[in-house]
Nanobody, 124 residues
């Protein structure tokens, strides 16, 4: 059974940086798609960034140039480096995984496994 555990969230001022980590347990597949999603109060969950076996990465327009998704070579850790943070980045951030690369990697429907989330709060 795959288990995902996020960490690294916190409170930061606008313009600051944070690095989120997601520890991946029990993943045995040779192919994958892993991503970061976020959900702010009263809003739908949205895809932030995703990466797959081919090395291709995808980003939401709102975070391009500010966020970077990476994965360790052994697939045990997924990261999201966030820079130039804005108050609108405030949300609960979740990591997600699936054994197959997704057709639409920023859609939550393509993922079978989810973490519990880590809160990111950006103050102005």
């Amino acid at each position: 059974q795959v288990k995902l555990v996020e960490s690294g969230g916190g409170s930061v001022q606008s313009g600051g940086s944070l690095r989120l980590s997601c520890a991946v347990f029990g993943y045995t597949g040779s192919t994958y798609c892993m991503g970061w999603f976020r959900q702010a109060p009263g809003k739908e969950r949205e895809g932030v960034a995703a990466i797959d076996t081919t090395g291709a990465s995808n980003y939401a327009d709102s975070v391009k140039g500010r966020f970077t998704i990476t994965i360790s070579q052994d697939k045990s850790m997924l990261y999201l480096q966030m820079s130039s943070l804005k108050p609108e980045d405030t949300a609960m951030y979740y990591c997600a995984a699936n054994y197959r690369p997704a057709t639409t990697p920023l859609s939550s429907r393509g993922y079978s496994y989810w973490g519990q989330g880590t809160q990111v709060t950006v103050s102005s």
